[in-house]
């Protein structure tokens, strides 16, 4: 059977029918190529773009070192600066007045690099879950990248998040006096009699020198 095949494809119909085939291969492989081509050019295209382009989110966040207050929080999240910043309340905040502080900027932050954040006072946690508590409100934000396009996102935010959150670590105040007694538990360690403090006033100190300086005159009389 084989050899009958390749007797065929000596002749010269054997031949043309090799060609086409070979043609047609040839032809879906070249198709093949060009698919995966556009489809890892798109792909690339979609890499650099994504590689420049800035993500603005909005959000409420506790102040990392004050107990109380809440704070605004714009960051760009994205892999490109964001320009002419703009925000603003779209839904909610009729509950606002002498709660809540977040006024609209009348002038656009002139940008928020990547990784950066503009962060603002918002309010007193206390104020805002004194009942009614402050409603759930939504803020529209706008921004251009690179390529001057402008984007819009809206954000709900909602203040019962922190209702049942409590803070992590102690006063800051008190967490340095409670390091500085811890220090000098540790240095009096160091030494049999403890450290050395002053105890007696200015006034005692100098009647103590004027006394030692008699002495000595007195000794080399």
Do not use: C
Not at 25 to 50: C, D, F, G, S
């Amino acid at each position: 059977m084989l050899s009958g095949i390749w007797d065929f494809l000596k002749t010269s119909e054997g031949a043309s029918v090799t060609t086409a085939i070979s043609t047609v291969v040839l032809t879906l492989t070249t198709m093949a190529y060009a698919w995966l081509t556009a489809i890892l050019a798109k792909e690339n295209r979609l890499l650099r773009k994504a590689g420049t382009e800035p993500q603005v989110i909005a959000y409420l966040a506790v102040h990392p070192r004050i107990s109380g207050p809440l704070q605004f929080i714009l960051a760009n999240v994205g892999q490109g600066p964001a320009f002419d910043v703009r925000f603003r309340i779209v839904g909610g905040g009729d509950d606002f007045k002498n709660r809540a502080h977040l006024p609209a900027p009348e002038v656009a932050l002139t940008a928020i690099p990547q990784g950066e954040r503009y962060e603002t006072f918002f309010g007193m946690g206390p104020e805002m879950f004194r009942e009614p508590k402050l409603k759930p409100f939504s803020i529209e934000v706008s921004y251009r990248d690179l390529g001057k396009r402008v984007r819009l996102e809206t954000f709900h935010l909602d203040i019962r998040q922190f209702e049942d959150m409590a803070r992590v670590g102690g006063n800051p105040e008190q967490e340095v006096a409670d390091a500085m007694k811890a220090l000098v538990s540790e240095l009096q360690k160091w030494t049999s009699r403890g450290l050395p403090v002053e105890t007696v006033t200015r006034a005692e100190r100098q009647h103590e020198q004027q006394e030692w300086r008699d002495q000595v005159r007195a000794e080399q009389a």
